[in-house]
């Protein structure tokens, strides 16, 4: 009979195989139902649980099983991955969907950030440009600096120190 820490360790080999794999390899396709058509349409619609945002194929809770469950029956009535999602964001809107479409006002999740980055590459640019320019045209001091606010007998009595402390 084996151990208590031989079945310990086996169910923890187990579990891990089992969290390992993805949430789709443990989800069954009826038999005559195209697992890729399912698949397609899993992969584009976001599960609603409300745990982390993913799609229906990569999500592992109950939730998306009953989803793939779903799609399945379509797929199994006749209806295309394409098919399946268009009635699905008719249903839900876009946000059903895990990438907004690239039309629209959704388009501008897709360019905006290029556009964004852009931007502030161009500002950045210009600033360090205009910040340079003005380096460049102070005007460079020969000698030490001479400031009317300081008094002459003073900078007099400063250089005889310091030529005394050498």
Same mark, same amino acid.
């Given at each position: 009979m $084996?151990?208590?820490? =031989?079945?310990? =360790?086996?169910?923890?080999w187990v579990a891990v195989l089992v969290c390992a794999l993805p /949430?789709? /390899?443990?989800?069954?396709v009826p038999p005559g139902v195209d697992a890729a058509q399912v698949e397609a349409?899993?992969?584009e619609i976001l599960c609603d649980? =409300?745990?982390? $945002?993913q799609s229906i194929k990569d999500c592992a809770c109950g939730h998306a099983d009953m989803r793939w469950d779903e799609i399945?029956?379509?797929?199994?009535?006749?209806?295309?991955?394409?098919?399946? #999602?268009?009635?699905?964001?008719?249903?839900f809107g876009e946000k059903i969907l895990v990438a907004p479409k690239a039309r629209g006002f959704s388009l501008l999740a897709w360019i905006g950030p290029g556009i @964004?980055? #852009?931007?502030?590459?161009l500002g950045l640019t210009l600033g360090l440009?205009?910040?340079?320019?003005? @380096?460049?045209? @102070? $005007?460079?001091?020969? =000698? $030490?600096?001479?400031?009317?606010?300081?008094?002459?007998?003073?900078?007099e009595r400063l250089r005889r120190d310091l030529e005394e402390s050498r």
């Amino acid at each position: 009979m $084996p151990s208590r820490s =031989g079945l310990g =360790g086996l169910a923890c080999w187990v579990a891990v195989l089992v969290c390992a794999l993805p /949430a789709h /390899a443990l989800r069954p396709v009826p038999p005559g139902v195209d697992a890729a058509q399912v698949e397609a349409a899993a992969s584009e619609i976001l599960c609603d649980c =409300g745990c982390h $945002p993913q799609s229906i194929k990569d999500c592992a809770c109950g939730h998306a099983d009953m989803r793939w469950d779903e799609i399945a029956a379509d797929v199994a009535a006749g209806k295309t991955a394409n098919q399946i #999602i268009a009635d699905r964001v008719e249903r839900f809107g876009e946000k059903i969907l895990v990438a907004p479409k690239a039309r629209g006002f959704s388009l501008l999740a897709w360019i905006g950030p290029g556009i @964004a980055l #852009i931007v502030a590459a161009l500002g950045l640019t210009l600033g360090l440009r205009r910040w340079a320019g003005r @380096a460049a045209a @102070a $005007p460079a001091a020969d =000698g $030490p600096v001479q400031s009317a606010a300081v008094d002459p007998v003073y900078l007099e009595r400063l250089r005889r120190d310091l030529e005394e402390s050498r």
